[in-house]
């Protein structure tokens, strides 16, 4: 099964004698998607619920009794617990003869290390966050597949924006449509709370939607994406209601040069970091100087920022085959608006692939 493969990667990526790791949820939103990507499991939530691998035997998945049904697709084995004695006494049962155990910090909550440091007293813990991430980083053929599935599903959402649109929709009425086409094409839910930004509010990269009519002339700007068996995409388009004026071509224009200098650049062994400046030189040099404000792009997969990793300026990581990241120059003029254009690929030996398709040219409704 390719998540015993996973398994048996983390465990050979570790440089420590790692007796067990154990992956820790605890309730909404302090659920480590490590869980997931550990068991194989794509639905439920698990909170509160622990696996634990071992690196020569199966692992022991601790689950309450209201996962228990989404639990069966796993191979590993199960065990219930209904109150908070049983669980203790699962961990103890399973980990006190562990001396060196993994644990994933970066999601993982103090009072839970305080209580595994308090229920094995013998054992000593090692944040293993660093090799996890290396190793998620690189997405196997399993999570490409429904990444893609992710990206098609925005692709022909984004296609019905045009036909969706007319005077004076509201930008929460048009997130609503979108999260509904979406969720109506196969996504388990958006990936993130969908913008949807008309006129000046576009000018905002993080603006979400509010009750804002659309006006002739306005900007539109969508950013949204579909999560898909747990896996996202994230796609962003910039429409212009009516005749675009010169300064609003002349943004668009830059962003789709800016964003193609980025896919010049990208392949196996290139410096995250390089391919970021060489985006922000290029709008540093042209007339939109200082507007371009975020990274260039960041890793995608279970999570939408995934693995805390990007193409930015203090990126140090080399790209390699199968890492999966959205490429998204913008610019952002105050009390006027903004432009961005954002696209997942994935990175291959001699290049790259786009798994989002939608038309980049820029669209007049
Ligand atoms: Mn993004």
Redesign the pocket.
Known sequence: MKNNCRKENIFNNLNNKINAIIIKNNVEPFIDNNFFYFTGLDEGIFEGCCAILFPQKKSELIITELEYESSKKSTENIKIFNNKKKYEELIIEFLSSSKFIGLNFNNLLYKDYINFKKLLPNSKFINISEEINKLRIIKDNNEIKKIRNACNIVDKVMAKIPDIIYKEITENQLAAEINFLMQKMGAKKPAFTTISSFGQNSAEPHYSHGNVKLKKGDFILC?FGANFMRYNS?ITRTFVFGEPNDKQRSMHKTIVNAQNIAFNELMAEVKAKDIHKKVFSFIEESKFKSLFIHSTG?SIGLN?HDVGEGLSSDSEILLKENMVF?I?PGIYLPKFGGVRI?DDIIIKKDGYELLTNANRNLITI
């Open positions: 950013d994230d960041h939408v959205t998204e954002e």
